[in-house]
């Protein structure tokens, strides 16, 4: 199994709808969880940032981590246009020595 | 903000060339890493460096190796470069490995023909 597995999608919603972008990772152990935005032709950046479980919002963005099913989302309220990339989950190994990293789910959101 | 530099945003270089691509940090972090990133394989980790001449192998090291003699800089080598080393590379730097995020740069397209 691999560490952390993400849907690939593609994903495509309207203007305005809320969209759930998710993961799940195999080891209990790990603690800090991360969601990255890559746009086209640029590097990730970092979007949120949580540890162990629970919700954290930042504007239209939520991210929650059950550790109890090893299950991390993303949701997007009200969706824009700029909102299309691709989204990545992540969360360090377990030697707490590097990220690992989903493969990234790619959003289109259509005005 | 933390900014990570790389120098180039496309190479394009012959198989068998020796190439290095560059990267700088202005944060004085610590550690750095560079990713290679291909379609439906995701970002997988090539080496890293802890510290100044300090260096770490990831998960497919192996056609690579690292350069770390100021702690701005991490340069990738690619020894002798081949076909399957056609990619995006992303380098990134953090201040404490383990507890915070990465901060990517944004990425060199090597196309090696």
């Known amino acids: 199994q691999k560490e952390v597995e993400q849907d690939p999608g593609p994903l495509s919603v309207p203007e305005g709808a809320i969209v759930s972008l998710n993961c799940t990772y195999s080891n209990s152990a790990f603690q800090y969880f991360m969601w990255y935005r890559q746009y086209s032709r640029k590097g990730p950046e970092l979007l949120m940032y949580?540890?162990?479980?629970g919700n954290k919002e930042d504007g239209r963005f939520t991210a929650q981590v059950d550790k109890s099913s090893k299950y991390i989302s993303l949701f997007i309220r009200d969706s824009q246009p700029s909102d299309s990339a691709t989204y990545l989950c992540?969360?360090?190994?377990?030697?707490?020595?590097?990220?690992?990293f989903g493969k990234g789910t790619t959003l289109s959101v259509s005005s | 903000d933390v900014k990570v530099t790389q120098s180039s945003r496309y190479l394009v270089k012959r198989t068998g060339e020796k190439v290095f691509l560059e990267c700088v940090q202005d944060?004085?972090?610590?550690?750095m890493f560079w990713y290679r990133q291909d379609p439906g394989l995701g970002l997988r980790l090539i080496y890293f460096?802890?510290?100044?001449?300090?260096?770490e192998k990831g998960d497919i090291p192996e056609g690579y190796s690292v350069s770390r003699e100021k702690k701005e800089r991490f340069s990738l080598i690619l020894e002798s470069a081949s076909t399957n080393q056609t990619s995006m590379y992303l380098c990134?730097?953090?201040?404490?490995?383990?507890?915070?995020?990465?901060?990517f740069g944004n990425g060199t397209r090597l196309t090696v023909t």
């Open positions: 944060m004085d972090h610590e550690n």
């Open positions: 949580t540890y162990s479980s």
């Open positions: 460096s802890y510290d100044v001449k300090m260096k």
């Open positions: 990134a730097s953090t201040r404490d490995r383990g507890l915070s995020p990465l901060h």
């Open positions: 992540a969360t360090y190994n377990q030697a707490g020595t590097a990220l690992i």
